[in-house]
């Protein structure tokens, strides 16, 4: 027995050894990216682009209404950026959690995607349902994939109802009445967009609707 504990001591050693440079190699590779992350600045006001979410059908496919946003980043001035993420968040009617991610290449101002509230396989259609809100992040990144600047905002899909409001609360459109089949989403824009898009718009805040109709209201004073 005793010809092999030197042999033994020699694994323990490796063993200990190998567990040691994983370790540490693995917070080498995590804690750089985890901290640029964490850490990236908020857009400073002169670099704010108009961000809008247009509930739209989906004229193809059958059932769709209000189960599609149009994310819609116009006036992008944004120094030093060469792509765009952007990650659609919002929340299910079971209490779970969904995220639609993406990356778009900054070829102009101007940046249209349409994203689907559920999955899609092989041409089939899988819709989320209930989701009444959820938060659109905006990050802008320089040609190594830098992050220079984040960007977020909440919205709140509604149908029904006359009270258009805001999820934080400082903004609430009344429509004059229900608008039968319309979807609208209410949120920050940030800057203001074309006014063909929204049914209102006021301090930075806008309402639009599924059919792009004029839909008169008043705002909450």
Known sequence: ?????????????????????????????????????????????????????????KSDVKGSLGHWLVLKVQKINVPGAASMDYLLVYSTSDGGQQGVPGTVALT???????????????GKFRYDAGVSQGTMTLTFRDEGGK???????????????????????KFTYTLDKIAKDVFFVTMQTFLEPDPSAYVVWQNGYGVFASDGKPHPGKLAQ
Do not use: C
């Open 1 to 57: 027995m005793k010809k092999y504990i030197p042999f033994i001591g020699i694994g323990v050693l490796i063993l200990l050894t190998a567990v040691f440079f994983v370790a540490k190699g693995l917070k080498n590779k995590t804690s750089p990216a985890g901290e640029e992350e964490t850490n990236v600045s908020v857009l400073p006001q002169s670099q704010w682009p108009a961000v809008t979410l247009t509930p739209t059908d």
């Open 147 to 169: 992050s220079i600047g984040r960007l977020s905002t909440d919205f709140h899909l509604q149908t029904g109802e006359v009270a258009l409001t805001s999820i934080d609360g």
């Open 108 to 122: 102009g101002s101007d940046v249209e995607r349409k994203l689907l509230l559920g999955s899609e396989s092989s």
